[in-house]
């Protein structure tokens, strides 16, 4: 991984091999980021994608093995528990076309990952919610 910052954004290239929400949670931890929101486009060899199930309060997952291509990788980075919290949605392309998607549970990268974390004034932690069983904003 290596990074570089411009202004109230950082550049962040995630190198082939390594795990994308590991890295950009290391970053934050070590820039002392408390709120961001991320885009990023690349590549992954293994994923773990879920959708949740709000009846069940848990996700549905689904984990794909073989190059596919980022089509889009967005979401935010808060705080929970005195670290950071990530929350990232993806879609993903394979060698099909067909595209696979939702949150981002563990993305490892197949060639590399650019991404931008645009840092934002303030601070937001995270609650669960008993009632749909996930952790939201507090506003």
């Not at 590991?22 to 991320?38: D, H």
């Not at 997952?61 to 670290?83: A, H, P, Y």
Request: with cysteine.
């Amino acid at each position: 991984m290596q990074y570089r910052q411009f202004g109230n954004t950082y550049m962040l290239r995630i190198d082939y091999g390594e795990e994308i929400l590991q890295s950009l949670k290391q970053m934050c931890e070590q820039e002392g980021i408390r709120l961001a929101q991320v885009s990023a486009i690349g590549a992954v060899d293994h994923a773990i994608v879920g959708v949740y199930d709000l009846q069940e309060k848990r996700y549905h997952q689904e984990e794909t093995v073989g190059f596919m291509e980022i089509t889009s990788l967005s979401g935010s980075v808060t705080w929970m528990n005195d670290q950071p919290y990530i929350h990232l949605h993806v879609t993903m392309a394979d060698q099909k076309n067909l595209l696979h998607g939702g949150h981002a549970i563990e993305l490892r990268v197949g060639a590399t990952c650019e991404m931008f974390v645009r840092v934002l004034d303030g601070h937001v932690i995270r609650e669960k919610d008993e009632e749909l069983g996930i952790n939201l904003w507090k506003l």
